[in-house]
Nanobody
Framework: QVQLVESGGGLVQAGGSLRLSCLVS????????MGWYRQAPGKQRELVARITSGGVTNYAASVKGRFTISRDNIKNTVYLQMNNLKPEDTAVYSC???????????????WGQGTQVTVSS
């Protein structure tokens, strides 16, 4: 079964940087489009960056030019480099396939624990 383990979050001042990592197992990682999602308190989860199996990237307008998604198909890991962070980037960040993995038995999406990013002003 698929497992997603995110790491690298933390508390940072506005203008600072963080690099998130997500180790993926239990699936054919290299063939999947992967994404980084975030969910702020009281808001819906949103996709902020995605990368195809071929390395094509897309970004939400709110993070374009500041965030960079990348992947290492040997290490089964997807990364999110976040620069010039803003207080509005505060959220729990999670990685997943785009579209998200589904637990077929229950018909629900599978998510890892995520990693908290907090940006102070």
């Amino acid at each position: 079964q698929v497992q997603l383990v995110e790491s690298g979050g933390g508390l940072v001042q506005a203008g600072g940087s963080l690099r998130l990592s997500c180790l993926v197992s239990g699936t054919i990682f290299s063939s999947n489009t992967m994404g980084w999602y975030r969910q702020a308190p009281g808001k819906q989860r949103e996709l902020v960056a995605r990368i195809t199996s071929g390395g094509v990237t897309n970004y939400a307008a709110s993070v374009k030019g500041r965030f960079t998604i990348s992947r290492d198909n040997i290490k089964n890991t997807v990364y999110l480099q976040m620069n010039n962070l803003k207080p509005e980037d505060t959220a729990v960040y999670s990685c997943n396939r785009d579209p998200p993995y589904v637990i077929i038995r229950y018909g629900t999406q599978y998510w890892g624990q995520g990693t908290q990013v907090t940006v102070s002003s």
